[in-house]
């Protein structure tokens, strides 16, 4: 079973103007020259999934800059039935947005998370490998938070100890608090710390048998791919579940034995948000040894992981966006990813000498904002 967006209708956000359609059940190919909106229409589903922009789109610049409202509404069908999610904002109101779920608005945009799943492909996250692990960990996150939904609050809520922890440090290098506060933030950091590392863990896991697997295909049994959890707290994972007592404990007692140093620098040094997840290529650091050309296949066999552990632990397969990474790719890796996507609704955005040949599926040509033809 896959998730099924069944009409999409966009109107101002950025230059996107009068879009409706009806969307193939499998694929659908967006095409246009640059700047003509291929992007931003991908980028208005994502926003439907109550994640925040890919692109990291300030809410000012999700309205038409010579308009005044944007409007994003869809319906797609999950297992059970079919939903309906919209997404709108004025000018100048930009801090209450409309967002509603079924017709009975939610509080925020965040808040309509866990309806649609969607998987998002961009050329940025070809470099999921090799760049900063602070993408590692928002991809990890997020993979995670899609299967079990409340794993979101928790992240939000650790940033939020965190940075109250972070700032008491400095008042207290300049002496404007005592060091006894921290004992309070390090109880609960710990908490949550071990409950994150725990959920990364396990979820880390699961996508290393999936991409081990993908990246043996993919590059022909002649390479191997080898995900790990790397803790900045603990050294072994393997075999504990005991986030409430044991692991807590322990990472409590880390936390206190860096408070000196953590005084000294005004930040937390150990814990989840300095956490990375590491991908051995042939049994090297990806990050340090990987060719482009590996990077490249690693991140793709990453992103389909993510999607196939959402169809085995949901029964649903989300829906795939890939913007404008086919040309990216080299024809054989093209057709590997669209092999594995098969059995998903995917929406493909590319530039005219890039259009997948010979398949079946919806095809739509982007000028201006608008859908032409
Ligand atoms: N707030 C806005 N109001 C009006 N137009 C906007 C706004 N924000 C972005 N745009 C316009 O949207 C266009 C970019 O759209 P988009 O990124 O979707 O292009 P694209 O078709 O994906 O191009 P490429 O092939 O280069 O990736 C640009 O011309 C940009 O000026
Ligand atoms: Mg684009």
Redesign the pocket.
């Known amino acids: 079973m896959s998730m099924k967006i069944t009409e999409i209708s966009i109107n101002g956000f950025?230059?996107l103007k009068d879009i409706n359609v009806s969307p193939h059940p499998k694929l659908n190919i967006f095409c246009?020259?640059?700047?003509?909106?291929?992007?931003?229409?991908i980028e208005a589903v994502w926003l439907c999934s109550g994640v925040r922009s890919f692109r990291s789109t300030k809410d000012k610049?999700?309205?038409?800059?010579?308009g005044e409202v944007m409007s994003i509404a869809l319906r797609f069908k999950n297992r059970e039935r079919e939903q309906e999610i919209c997404y709108r904002m004025a000018k100048p109101y930009l801090k209450d947005k409309n967002c509603s779920v079924n017709g009975v608005r939610v509080k925020a945009p965040s808040k309509l998370f866990g309806r649609l799943n969607c998987v998002v492909f961009t050329p940025e996250d070809l470099e999921l490998s090799k760049g900063s692990p602070d993408k590692r960990r928002q991809f990890l996150d997020l993979s995670a938070a899609q299967i079990k939904n409340s794993y979101k609050l928790v992240t939000e809520k650790y940033d939020q100890i965190l940075e109250q922890r972070n700032t008491l440090l400095k008042n207290i290098s300049f002496g404007r608090s005592d060091r006894d506060e921290l004992d309070v933030w390090d109880m609960q950091l710990a908490q949550m710390g071990a409950y994150i590392t725990l959920l990364r863990y396990n979820y880390s896991k699961k996508l290393g048998a999936y991409a081990s697997k993908l990246y043996s295909e993919i590059s022909s049994g002649r390479e191997s791919l080898e995900l790990r959890y790397s803790s900045t707290v603990f050294g072994e994972l393997e075999g504990r579940t005991d986030y409430r007592n044991d692991l807590a404990a322990e990472y409590l007692e880390c936390i206190r034995c860096c408070r000196d140093e953590d005084i000294r620098l005004g930040f937390t040094g150990k814990g989840v948000h300095r956490d990375d997840l590491t991908a051995f290529i042939n049994g090297l650091p990806a990050r340090d040894f990987a060719s482009q050309g590996q990077h490249r296949s690693a991140a793709l066999v990453l992103k389909l992981a993510q999607a196939n552990i959402l169809l085995d632990e949901t029964g649903e397969a989300p829906v795939f966006l890939l913007?404008?990474v086919l040309s990216e790719l080299d024809p054989s890796r093209q057709e590997f990813v669209i092999s594995k996507i098969d059995n998903m609704q995917v929406f493909i955005?590319c530039?005219d000498e890039n259009i997948p040949e010979n398949k079946t599926g919806k095809f739509y040509r982007?000028k201006g904002?608008r859908i032409v033809r």
């Open positions: 950025k230059n246009g020259d640059n700047a003509q909106g291929k992007t931003n229409l610049d999700m309205i038409d800059i010579s913007d404008d955005t530039c982007i904002g």
